[in-house]
């Protein structure tokens, strides 16, 4: 690879943490950058699907992913007032022959947890939040509010859906409100409620949705619970919520719900907020990755694990082509940029038909589902086989060939 490239992370989520543990196994001189204090338990319960697995699996961490993980039987959809059972996708046995990878749940907080063991020590400057970046030559440099600065061959935005480094690339324009919020909640259980199947379940409603699925190997059951509205909410992780805001927003839905909602101490809510695909993400030795390139809607249960491979793909990127950041950032967004895209798109797809506001379309839906479930099973309900068979491990670049 010849001299080590010097590559600053903006950012200290998910993504951020994923691609500089990616980044250091691969010899890269990297340096993380977050704004909070601490690495931090933040978020709820989170779905890692067969394809970011598998990318986990190639950082070294599947052994850690699997002590702290719920390993789902099948994801199933069900009517929000009678429970009857609309499709079914069965996980646990078949994910592994099909996709080369279990489904797991988990807790955000016990993944992160987990990424940022890769981060090497020394590397992670807290406390330092990024005011912009710039360009000088052959060098990028990011600028802090502290008034400190740190050059590198690259930055790489990962600070999320409203990204200091993508306004600094690309202008200020504020994300979209879908018109869609959600409240998100765990609860602790000694034993496992009869009340709560081990799947994913997906509680489909009139303009709402409610998924429920287990997280910490049993001992919680996380709740996200989505519901349009024409009032703004704050896209954010911890903007409070309260249990009775929750049980009244979904009055009359199934008791099984009822009996889970009202365990609820601690609820929060957030906006659901997206942008349109872009075309490209890099400028010159910047660019972009995770929800500042690509934010979408989490009904493909795709936000993390899109940031995930995001992250593996560009260390393997630039670990192919040496010290030519511009061909690297070329093979890094032809990889990336049609299959998040897409994804972006069909998780948009997903919530309107979640949500068929009245009883015949609701129906309607449901006999399709119904329909395509007798031919294939994984051909129904969310419909994300092709997300999960995708291998992220498997992205060979193509190096420029020396003059």
């Avoid at 001299?3 to 600053?8: E, H, N, P, Q």
């Avoid at 600070?159 to 480094?165: A, C, K, L, N």
């Avoid at 699925?213 to 409070?240: C, H, K, L, M, Q």
């Avoid at 940029?337 to 068929?356: D, K, N």
């Amino acid at each position: 690879m010849g001299r080590k490239l010097r590559i600053g992370v903006i950012g200290g989520g998910i993504g951020g943490v994923a691609l500089t543990g990616a980044l250091a196994r691969q010899g890269f001189d990297v340096s993380i950058f977050e704004r909070a204090s601490a690495f931090g338990d933040v978020g709820a319960g989170i779905q890692m699907t067969p394809n970011a697995v598998k990318v986990l699996e190639a950082l070294g961490i599947g052994d850690g992913l699997r002590s702290m993980a719920f390993l789902p039987q099948a994801i199933v959809g069900r009517n929000w007032d009678s429970a009857k059972e609309i499709f079914r996708t069965p996980l646990a046995e078949e994910c592994p022959r099909l996709y080369g990878a279990p489904f797991y749940h988990v807790h955000r907080a016990d993944l992160h947890q987990l990424l940022a063991s890769l981060v090497p020590q020394g590397s992670a400057q807290l406390s330092t939040a990024c005011s912009g970046v710039r360009q000088e030559g052959d060098v990028a440099v990011a600028t802090f509010e502290d008034g400190s600065e740190f050059e590198a061959d690259l930055i790489v935005g990962a600070d999320g859906v409203r990204s200091i480094v993508r306004n600094a690339l690309f202008g200020e324009e504020a994300p979209r409100f879908t018109g869609n919020m959600c409240f998100r909640a765990v609860v602790p259980f000694d034993t496992a409620p009869e009340f709560v199947s081990p799947d994913s379940s997906f509680w489909l409603g009139p303009k709402a949705h409610v998924v429920t699925y287990y997280v910490r190997r049993g001992a919680a059951v996380n709740i996200v619970a989505v519901t349009e509205t024409a009032d703004w909410v704050e896209e954010s992780w911890n903007a409070p919520s309260s249990r009775e805001e929750l049980l009244t927003t979904f009055e009359g839905w199934h008791s099984n719900l009822i009996r889970l909602f009202e365990r609820a101490d601690s609820v929060f809510k957030w906006g659901l907020f997206d942008r349109d695909p872009m075309t490209a993400w890099s400028k010159g030795r910047v660019t972009l990755l995770g929800d500042a390139a690509h934010p979408m809607l989490p009904f493909l249960s795709q936000g993390a694990a899109m940031a995930i491979e995001d992250g593996y793909v560009l260390a393997r990127s630039l670990a192919a082509h040496g010290t030519d950041v511009a061909a690297a950032l070329c093979d890094y967004e032809a990889e990336r940029l049609p299959r998040t895209s897409r994804v972006q798109i069909e998780s948009r797809e997903r919530g309107r038909t979640y949500h068929m506001p009245s009883v015949f379309a609701q129906k309607k839906r449901d006999l399709v589902y119904k329909f395509k479930s007798y031919l294939n099973p994984h051909a129904s309900g969310i419909q994300a086989d092709w997300v999960y068979s995708y291998n992220a491990a498997d992205f060979q670049a193509h190096p420029v060939a020396a003059a």
